[in-house]
């Protein structure tokens, strides 16, 4: 059979696609805006025709409702992220959370200690030749493809075709369900005071020529937005948002100094607007390679002028930074944040940086304000960023410098970009856990 007659007798709706779905399997989205929301809905859909199917994903956009507690019996979530939808389930005790370092999935997947019965993914139209893109999502999303027993793609044509690894042959998947839909958009806070302050912070410690990694979340992008002045930067990044695009329009972004990859953006996957994927797509300045590329400190460590820029949620006087928990609250994961702070140190040219950003404070629903620099972690809060790979900490009252620093010397100089309101108490805090004066 050609190409063609394959995907014509492999056609289905999505009902059908999921009756492949079987008791006891492991099913696996593909990553973020990847998910394929047509056969996740259908799976949801068909509950009761399952016993005991566990879901796993990293980051998702989506409904979560197979984490719901109606579905017990039928699904079991075990993500390896904590998103907005999921949260909940991990929170009252009927989802699991696995810790994992994001460029290690794949190779979980390959050991088989992530093994996979299904994965379900989005592609885009096959081309000529009868490839599929998987667009916004190379990361773990390729892999799980090579290794799961069925494959299961809806094939929509709003998916873009973006470069890199990211091909799959009609003949790798078992199952098509043609949709046409929007991608899901993540659209980012306005940038307010505190985060152009920031991001001004942050920018003073960018050379022209760095190659830059973005975390996820508001600051990342404001640090962008801070950037217009400078010459030449480079992106070697697990994820990208709509800022890189400004950036890359108004040339500041040209990719010409990178070391490795030297005239193109490297990612794992997208998170942004159609602005962001209308960018991507067929563009030859742009390639997604899996995260065990993109994220292994190994090849950051190649990246010439590496600064690695990341947010968090709070973080001690000893400079450990809590970047996925609230106290015993699973809330993200630990994504890429580890693998890059720690490429970064090993940069071979030696320039590497890992910053940490965050506003000093946190507002309340309730108007109260909480400061993130803390004396000690919230209890049952898990360290993200240890104190021994710890780099640059910024607030918008300055940057505090952690490495080969003593802890006291660590706490002073975090206490002096705490929040004002914060500092005397904090400085009370200090000669009380180091019986030391400030
Ligand atoms: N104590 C209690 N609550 C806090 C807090 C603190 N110290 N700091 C923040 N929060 C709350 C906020 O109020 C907010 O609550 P809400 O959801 O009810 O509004 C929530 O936590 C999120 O804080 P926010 O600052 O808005 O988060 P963000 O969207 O900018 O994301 C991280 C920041 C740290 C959560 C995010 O970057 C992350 O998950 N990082 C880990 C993974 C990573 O870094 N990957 C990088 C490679 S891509």
Known sequence: MNWKEIYESRKCTADEAVQRIKNGDRVVFAHCVAEPTILVDAMVANAENYEDVTISHMVTLGKGQYTKPEYKGHFKFEGWFSSASTRGSIAEGHGQFVPVYFHEVPNYI?????????????????????????????????????????????????????????FVHISEIDAFVETSHPLPEMVLPNICDVETKIGKYCASLIEDGSTLQLGIGAIPDAVLSQLKDK????????????????????????????????????????????????????????????????????????????????????????????????????????????????????????????????????????????????????????VTTNRHDVDYIVTEYGIAEMKGRSLQDRARALINIAHPEFRDELKEEFEKRFNAQF
């Open 231 to 382: 010459k030449h930067l480079g992106i070697h990044s697990e994820m990208i948002s709509d800022g890189v695009v400004d950036l890359y329009e108004a040339g500041v972004i040209d990719c010409s100094q990178k070391s490795i990859d030297k005239g193109k953006m490297i990612v794992t996957f997208l998170m942004g607007t159609k602005k962001l994927y209308d960018f991507a797509a067929n563009n030859p300045m742009l390639e997604m390679r899996p995260v065990d590329y993109v994220n292994s400190p190994v090849v950051v460590s190649q990246c010439s002028k590496m600064v690695c820029i990341n947010a968090c949620l709070q973080v001690d006087f000893m400079g450990q930074v809590v970047s996925d928990s609230i106290g015993t609250k699973q809330f993200s994961g630990v994504g890429g944040q580890v693998d890059f702070v720690r490429g970064a140190a090993m940069s071979l040219d030696g320039k590497g940086k890992a910053i940490i950003a965050m506003p000093s404070i946190v507002k309340k629903k309730d108007g109260t304000m909480i400061s993130k620099i803390v004396p000690f972690i919230d209890h049952g809060a898990a």
């Open 110 to 166: 390959r050991k088989g200690i992530f093994p996979i019965d299904v994965v379900m993914v989005a592609v885009s139209a096959p081309d000529r030749n009868g490839f599929c893109s998987v667009g916004v999502s190379c990361d773990y999303t390729m892999q799980a493809i090579k290794s799961a027993k069925i494959v299961l793609a809806e094939v929509n044509d709003q998916v873009p075709v973006v470069y890199g690894e990211t």
